[in-house]
Each structure stands twice: as C-alpha cells, then as structure tokens.
C-alpha cells in the first residue's frame, strides 16, 4: 500500500511518502501554507501527484495523552480533506501519534553539517517521515506500541 504522510503545521507542512511493501520511506517536500485552504490545496496535489492508498496524517496529542486545541484542529482539518476526496476513490485516512516527531526531524538534521536555514526547509517533511515510519511499524506489529488509528471515510 502506498501512504502520504501530512505534518500540519501553522506555517508550514510537511509530506512524506512510503510503502509498506519495502518499507522505505522519503521526504518529499514542505508547503508554506498558512491557511486551511492553502493547506488542502497542498495536500490535495500531493495526492494528485502521488496517488497514496492511504494518507497518515500527524495528530499532536499533548504529553499527557489527550487531545488538546491542535488535535481538533488536525481533526477538524482531515474532515475538509475527506470532503475533497471523492474524486480521489478509496482513499483512507488514517491519524497517527505525532508526539516527538519534530524533536526526531531536529535530531537528524544536527548530523547533516545544514545551516539553520537549509534544516528549516525540510525540518517538517523530515518530521512527517518520523510520523509515517511510527505508522508502518504500528501496522506491522499488529498490536501498535504508538497510537494510530482510521479515520472514518
């Protein structure tokens, strides 16, 4: 199954893609996008352009566990995204624990000798492949030790 990977963020967000055949997955780019329509706009050409099975996106629950502000706001995001997809048939939409994830992007980037400036450009496409890798290895598990879960279609 192929998966796009969504970190929303409040300026910009990130993609990701993978399979869950081999296993590997890749960056692909950072949208600066600032508005829930500028955000699906991006998203929606990335789906276009990839033509995912399944599209994970990132849900910010607090330390805790529990769902706070952002998480409604991701929430209330991936409704407007599955409104949209009709034209996209069998698309599923799937939430998995972001928690860490940008914290993992940053500690990838110190060992590539980038500028601030370069790591600011793929920090949040990093930050969504963390995400969907925790995703592949919950599904593969069977029993996730991270929290995913599928969004109703």
């Known amino acids: 199954m192929r998966y796009l990977c969504i970190d929303l963020g409040d300026r910009r967000t990130g993609f990701a893609s993978g399979d869950d ?25 990335m789906i276009e352009e990839y033509g995912p099975q399944c599209v994970v996106i990132g849900l910010p629950y607090n330390m805790d566990g529990s769902e706070g502000p952002r ?4 929430r209330g995001f991936a409704e407007a995204l599955t409104t949209r997809l009709p034209r996209f048939p069998r698309i599923a939409i799937a939430f998995q624990d972001e928690r860490l994830s940008s914290f993992d992007a940053e500690t990838r980037l110190n060992r590539t000798g980038r500028t601030h400036g370069e790591k600011k450009n793929i920090r949040d496409a990093l930050a969504a492949c963390a995400i969907l890798e925790d995703h592949l290895r919950a599904r593969q598990a069977g029993s996730p030790e991270t929290r995913s879960e599928e969004a109703e279609p």
């Open 21 to 45: 055949v081999v296993g590997i997955v890749q960056p692909l780019s950072v949208a600066q996008a600032s508005t829930t329509e500028a955000q699906l706009a991006a998203a929606l050409a």
């Open 71 to 74: 998480a409604l706001l991701v």
